[in-house]
């Protein structure tokens, strides 16, 4: 269903002032909840990405999520750290209407065609058609808030404001009234992270927001309808030990829909590749190493599972390889900076952390996340090189020869070592580079094959003070 006023054909000058112009447009009134079922169904039927920059959810969440906004429930994001569930609930705002018109200096942004609030009544009883009204961007209809312990009901909901007060209102007029967040969001969304984090009596203040659209503030019988899209994250239960959401509220939302992390390594290694702030240039060999490590983390018995491994923590990988680079290109005066296997390791203490370990497992932590770190090597060797006849790399050192490499040695330097080498065309391609790779781009392809030769042992390596001598 299109509008007059959403989205494209609003334009900064046919925006009307008052209700009167407004009427004269032809717009109605809309809850929000049916104006995101409409803009929702709108991008389905138009093949449109709804929730742009969601990674891995195609076939689980996001099928969900529609069918919850599509039957205008509320609901609860659940899922571990790192799962995107923030990510997903700030988007649900790029389906609201590009412009909605509002009340002119109300402060719960009530429709012109329905204001619910004392002082809008009381205008558009004065004023009627000339009612003046504005417009407020979808940007300034999301409003978010992290649960925390100290977070109180006048923070969400609304408290005795002693200013107005003051100024000679008496207690019991409603416009003494300073409204919380959740009112502040009518005709928007309204996001709670972290909603066990809430304190179980400040919950029951939801009760009415979900169930009877309405507010209570202290000794008032405000009759305050809400119009709004209430959702909420949280962890599991059986890992957040700081609370928990009560019965009844968690009975109050629509919808509990369960998030996860990447279930492919492509798409891990595409949310890597879309989230990360990477400095220096990272082949995706290397972001499929980081995935697939990541991965082996959440499969670890050595790790605790109900905490889970966030998808920071690849993020995290995948910059310090970067920064890894950048220092060597700055210490050896190259003008590029690639990253090399070698850079890797170098990450590993920095993301200790991120990781919460089982008890039994005190002392082992690094040696747990390098044997990871080498299996997840060896996997993404095999799954890029199988295959490929590399005996050119073998006969380098048929005679003693050896390589030396390290994060400090340049890319130029470990080229020079090896020299023609048969079989490196096909690598790059395999790789994903094509004729015109880079000096830096062929000696993160070489030191990867050798890294790989070596877990495969196919030959020997030592490490001795940053350095590492491949044939020794």
């Known amino acids: 269903m299109s509008h007059p006023l959403s989205e494209t054909n609003q334009g900064q000058g046919a925006r009307p002032t008052t209700l009167r112009g407004l009427r004269a447009t032809g717009h109605q009134h809309r809850s ?31 099928p969900e999520l529609e069918a919850a906004l599509l039957a205008g429930h509320d609901l609860v994001l659940l899922g571990e750290r790192g799962q995107g569930k923030t990510r997903l609930m700030r988007t649900l705002g790029g389906l609201l209407d590009e412009w909605s018109p509002v009340v002119e200096g109300c402060e719960i942004g009530d429709d012109p065609h329905s204001p619910s609030c004392t002082r809008c009544r009381r205008l558009a009883a004065e004023l009627g058609e000339d009612l003046p009204i504005t417009w407020r961007h979808r940007s300034e209809r999301y409003t978010e808030k992290l649960a925390t312990p100290d977070t109180s009901v006048g923070d969400l909901v609304g408290d005795v404001d002693p200013v107005k007060v003051a100024q ?10 300073h409204y919380g967040l959740v009112p502040r969001s009518n005709r928007g969304i309204f996001g709670l992270n972290e909603l066990p984090d809430l304190a179980e009596r400040i919950q029951v203040a939801l009760f009415n927001v979900l169930e009877e ?48 992390y990447p279930t492919e390594v492509t798409d891990e290694v595409a949310l890597i590749a879309q989230e990360a702030q990477l400095v220096a240039d990272v082949p995706e060999h290397l972001l499929e ?5 990541t991965r082996g983390l959440r ?13 920071r923590f690849a993020i995290a990988a995948a910059e310090g390889i970067s920064g890894s680079a950048l220092r060597r290109a700055a210490r050896a005066n190259e003008a590029y900076a690639v990253a090399r296997v070698c850079d890797v390791p170098t990450v ?24 990871l770190l080498r299996l997840a090597i060896a996997e993404t060797y095999r799954s890029r090189l199988a295959g490929l006849d590399l005996t050119g790399f073998t006969d380098l050192f048929a005679e003693g020869a050896v390589v030396e490499t390290g994060e400090l040695v340049p890319g130029s330097e470990l080229l020079a070592q090896v020299g023609p080498v ?14 015109d790779a880079s000096p830096g781009q062929v000696a993160a392809a070489i030191e990867f094959v050798l890294e790989g030769l070596h877990l495969t042992r196919r030959i020997d390596k030592d490490s001795v003070a940053g350095r590492t001598v491949y044939g020794a």
């Open 32 to 62: 929000v909840k049916a104006e995101l079922r409409d803009n929702l169904l709108a991008r389905l039927r138009a093949g449109e990405d709804a929730f742009p920059g969601m990674v891995g959810f195609d076939e689980t969440v996001l």
């Open 168 to 177: 000679g209102r008496t207690l019991g007029d409603p416009e003494t009234v």
């Open 213 to 260: 659209r309405d507010i209570q503030i202290r000794g008032y019988s405000l009759r305050l309808p809400l119009d709004l899209l209430l959702v909420a994250t949280a962890n599991p239960e059986d890992y957040t030990n700081r609370g928990r959401i009560i019965t009844p509220l968690k009975d109050r939302f629509g919808a509990e829909i369960r998030t996860h």
């Open 289 to 293: 190493v980081v995935a697939r490590f």
């Open 299 to 311: 499969e670890s018995s050595a790790v605790d599972q109900r905490s889970g491994v966030s998808a």
């Open 348 to 371: 590993v203490p920095t993301l200790l952390g991120k990781v919460e370990f089982e008890m039994g497992e005190e002392g082992r932590e690094r040696d747990v996340l390098a044997h």
């Open 422 to 435: 048969s079989g490196l065309s096909k690598v790059l391609d395999r790789l994903g580079h094509a004729d």
